[in-house]
């Protein structure tokens, strides 16, 4: 979202001109549609219809995949579990009989006995940081997984060092070296796990090579002795607050002297791979393909989430390195795509969140918000903002009729002063323990967004897993994001936008040049504080609360969302499953073709 500081009073002027009768989203309604289902109502229909199911975060990562991969998982008929694409920046969290285990590359399916788990070639992998970090979890607790690694890139020190120089300081990557290493991909010199069993020669060689393309070019920039110094300044404020710090085999790489670096990498290298604990290796994709021949299932786990898939114009400035969409996932797989049905499920989370830089409407803040003021997590948010019922209510009702947020300050406790979508961003972020998995950085929430949702529904299809929504206990009213407005003039895809402009959801989605530019339109509803869900058990065939039958109707008939189910605690299995119970009740416009 726009910083409010930096709207100048014509600005204003505009959004105070908007007419709430031209968004007719804002006066949607639709009430008593909904009643608690069974898994074999809704879920398992889904998977015996199709061969491969693919899960999806819908916005911008971090939305809680965990539950329904396990649920899927978990169905008698899948028999394999992938992981295609992308990295360890990805991050998500599975409860296991009582233990948590944090995942980045790995699929979820380790824990569950009786699949076999595969990471496709396309994926990239730090060995080092894989066993370390990842496997060394499930080896803990005497879990032996399945698991075959197929012919992965090779993420090696200096593509991590490589982030670190070039964004280190700003406190807005994930220093996994995703970037770095992906451009070694593109250009063919990235090592890839084979070329580890082979010739010590030819591997010497094809490393020296990367680290002319990698690792030379910020030699230019930054110095060895500079990055060490940045490395110990970073584990010095990771032991303070218990956070992921610069891995050792990274530090012991800046130490090895510069002719001696390739040998360096290929002993840690053969060390980790030659570990009898190292994952078998083989061809993950015919693992796929031969399941799929077989008529078994296949379970894909997308990393991040649509709108950070590089496959995607929207937001492809501040995307990951690779294509995280359910169409860029199954292309991944290397499956007949002729051949084999699929069905993509796509999760969002309440409230929504974003970490690092880009456009994001719904925000509550900019996305630079938290790593400009360098803080590096939740701890760093102690005192400050603390009265989460106080601020939520202040912010909710400097909410215009026609769904623009006022600029209104709050004055906290120790007298400083915030704008209002500040003071909620800092509370709400520590009030749900919302830090990146992989970085521990605070997020940035925001509001349900009907607009991005509507344009994922167009791409993916309709079903839709919302997590978390047992956080909607905490609020007296909830919002949805029901339209943006452009403040400043802006080009996309030779469509000239302009300020007043109003996007709705099914509109010509936007680039970021324009995107950023724009605040949400809210659309302000009863929350169900006084109807608590969390962790309460569902009886099949009930109603839900009304106030949560209400948020649920009106964001799948704005969004044309097929909502299956919704998390209501921490638990793995704490899903409730829904269904509709009668024809939604419209009263704003038509969204087209009801969506099954």
Not at 264 to 273: A, E, F, N
């Amino acid at each position: 979202m726009l910083d409010l500081r930096e709207i100048t009073e014509q600005e204003w002027k505009i959004l105070r001109a908007i007419d709430p009768k031209t968004i007719p989203e804002l006066s949607c309604a639709a009430e008593n549609i909904y009643i608690v289902a069974s898994i074999d109502e809704i879920l398992n229909p889904i998977i015996r219809k199709n061969d491969v199911i693919v899960v999806c975060g819908a916005f911008f990562g971090d939305e809680g995949k965990g539950k329904i991969v396990d649920a899927i998982a978990n169905h008698p008929d899948i028999r394999v579990i992938a992981r295609v694409n992308s990295g360890e920046n990805a991050g998500h969290t599975v409860w296991h009989d009582g233990r948590k285990y944090v995942f980045h590359l790995a699929p979820s399916g380790l824990l569950i006995p009786g699949k076999t788990n595969v990471i496709g070639p396309e994926c990239v992998m730090d060995p080092v940081s894989f066993m370390e970090d990842e496997l060394s979890q499930v080896l803990r607790d005497d879990i032996t997984p399945d698991l075959v690694v197929g012919n992965v890139h090779i993420v090696a020190p200096y593509h991590k060092l490589a982030d670190l120089a070039r964004n280190g300081r700003s406190n807005s990557s994930t220093l996994k070296g995703m970037s770095p290493v992906h451009a070694s991909k593109a250009v063919k010199a990235c090592v890839r796990l084979d070329q580890l069993f082979g010739s010590r020669d030819k591997l010497t060689r094809a490393i020296r090579r990367d680290l002319e393309f990698s690792y030379n070019p910020i030699m230019q920039i930054t110095s060895e002795e500079e990055l060490l110094e940045r490395c110990a300044e970073i584990n010095e404020r990771a032991k303070k607050r218990d956070t992921p710090g610069i891995p050792s085999h990274l530090i012991g790489f800046l130490e090895a002297p510069t002719g001696e670096k390739a040998d360096y990498l290929i002993d840690l290298y053969l060390q980790t791979v030659m570990n009898k604990q190292f994952p078998k290796r083989g061809d993950a994709l015919r693992i796929i393909d031969t399941a799929l021949r077989q008529n078994e299932k296949v379970l894909l786990e997308a990393a991040q989430a649509y709108y950070l898939s590089n496959g995607v114009e929207t937001h492809f400035g501040s995307s990951t390195s690779a294509n995280t969409t359910s169409a860029g996932t199954k292309a991944a797989a290397g499956y007949n795509q002729e051949k084999y049905r699929s069905a993509t499920i796509n999760v969002t989370k309440f409230p929504p969140s974003r970490v690092g830089r880009g456009a994001n409407p719904c925000g509550l803040v900019p996305q630079t918000f938290f790593s400009d003021r360098k803080y590096n997590s939740l701890d760093d948010l102690a005192g400050v903002c603390e009265d989460f019922d106080g601020i939520q209510a202040a912010f909710w009702k400097s909410i215009g009729e026609n769904g623009i947020l006022k600029k209104e300050y709050y004055t906290d406790a120790d007298g400083k002063h915030y704008l209002l979508c500040e003071t909620m961003a800092i509370s709400s972020s520590r009030k749900h323990g919302e830090c990146g998995a992989t970085t521990k950085k605070p997020r940035v929430l925001g509001i349900m967004d009907c607009v991005a949702q509507h344009h994922v529904n167009q791409k993916q299809g309709p079903y839709l897993s919302i997590s978390a929504l047992d956080r909607g206990d905490e609020y007296d009213k909830i919002g949805l994001v029901v339209a943006y407005v452009v403040l400043r003039e802006g080009e996309s895809n030779g469509a000239t936008y302009m300020p007043g402009q109003i996007i709705r959801p099914g509109d010509q989605l936007p680039n970021e040049q324009v995107l950023e530019n724009c605040l949400p339109v809210i659309k302000v509803m009863d929350g169900w504080k006084d109807d608590p869900i969390g962790g309460r058990k569902f009886q099949p065939g009930k109603d839900l609360p009304r106030a949560l039958n209400n948020f649920i109707g009106v964001y799948a008939k704005i969004t044309g969302s097929n909502v299956i189910n919704f998390g209501n605690g921490q638990d793995t299995k704490a899903l409730v499953y829904i269904q509709k119970s009668e024809p939604d009740i419209l009263t704003c416009c038509d969204y087209g073709e009801e969506l099954d």
